[in-house]
């Protein structure tokens, strides 16, 4: 019993609640210091006991399983209040970070707001403070080119601060990734830590671009022989609508080939040679809501909204030989 109270109530606090659960009720006219005593307050507004004036005031207790309700209650409310006031401070601060922006030098581009980074270690943690910093989104581009092979034990979480203010976090990955060794359990390990990913046949570059407003850019291949951080609007919006068109023409990482199964195949294949559901139902032996599952499913893998775009895509992909 101790050690559990000793989360939600003071030593003192504890122990007069032990005493008033022990005695039933605490008659307060008997004890007046104790009506206004810090523990007896403390219990009354955590909500493990409660004064009843029937007749004679009384101190009462509030029964242990409700009472440690009502504290993880108020506990909740202290971290919902604590939360929203440092979401506010976070917006406040961004009166700063203009100013930080303007006083800060930024070599000889100050008013284009471009730093060049030359550290590999400066670059990495300063990705990573990207991510933390984010509002709304974070969008990644990953090509082919690694230091070293991928390792899905390295893959970065998305920050559970910034995922619990509804930041969503995309990366597109070239296609070249797919033929590394590992990368079949980097791209599960990435999409598992809660990263939507997709590919896409080609990428020039890498890229980490934040709420459209920040972007590092690199100066090489790898992405640690240098890097651009860019705070430019022009330049970030281009390069927002840059993501945007890859994003729309990518395609999911879960819809991969290897796994349609024989039927869904059949149904893609017939699909592309013009045929309507029901003919498509007829020649294979199955139903036309079958059919519409399969269809259904394909458009989900390969991200196509209509059964046009699911052919253009399919056909760019190689889904059908």
């Not at 943690?125 to 092979?149: G, K, Q, W, Y």
């Amino acid at each position: 019993m101790k050690t559990c109270l000793a989360e939600v109530l003071s030593a003192e606090a504890a122990a007069l609640y032990q005493r008033l659960l022990a005695a039933g009720t605490l008659p307060l006219h008997e004890e007046p210091m104790l009506r206004d005593a810090g523990p007896t307050r403390e219990l009354i507004e955590r909500g493990f006991a409660r004064e009843r004036h029937v007749g004679r005031p009384e101190l009462v207790p509030v029964e242990p399983v409700r009472a440690m309700d009502n504290a993880i209650l108020l506990i909740q409310r202290q971290i919902t209040d604590r939360y929203e006031g440092l979401l506010r401070v976070r917006e406040e601060v961004e009166a700063l970070q203009q100013h930080y922006l303007g006083a800060k030098d930024w070599g000889r581009l100050p008013e284009d707001r471009i730093r060049v980074l030359t550290d590999g270690a400066e670059i990495g943690a300063l990705s990573v403070e990207l991510c933390l910093s984010a509002r709304r989104d974070v969008m990644s581009i990953e090509t082919e080119h690694f230091n070293r092979p991928p390792d899905p034990q390295s893959v970065r979480r998305p920050p559970a601060a910034a995922v619990a203010r509804g930041v969503t976090f995309r990366n597109i990955y070239t296609r070249g990734v797919l033929d590394l060794p590992g990368s079949a359990q980097m791209l599960r390990a990435s999409v598992e830590a809660g990263w939507q990913c997709r590919i896409y046949p080609e990428l020039p570059m890498k890229m980490v671009l934040v709420d459209g407003q920040t972007a590092l850019l690199p100066l090489g291949p790898t992405g640690m022989e240098g890097a651009m951080l860019v705070r430019t609007p022009v330049i970030a919006s281009a390069l927002r609508t840059f993501f945007d068109l890859l994003w729309h023409r990518a395609v999911p990482v879960t819809g991969t080939r290897e796994r349609l199964s024989f039927e869904q195949d059949q149904v893609l294949r017939l699909l592309l040679t013009g045929m309507i559901d029901k003919a498509i139902a007829r020649h294979l032996g199955i139903s036309e809501r079958t059919v519409r599952r399969h269809v259904g499913a394909l458009m989900q893998r390969l991200g196509a909204n209509n059964r046009v775009t699911l052919a253009a895509t399919a056909v760019r992909e190689g889904w059908a030989d």
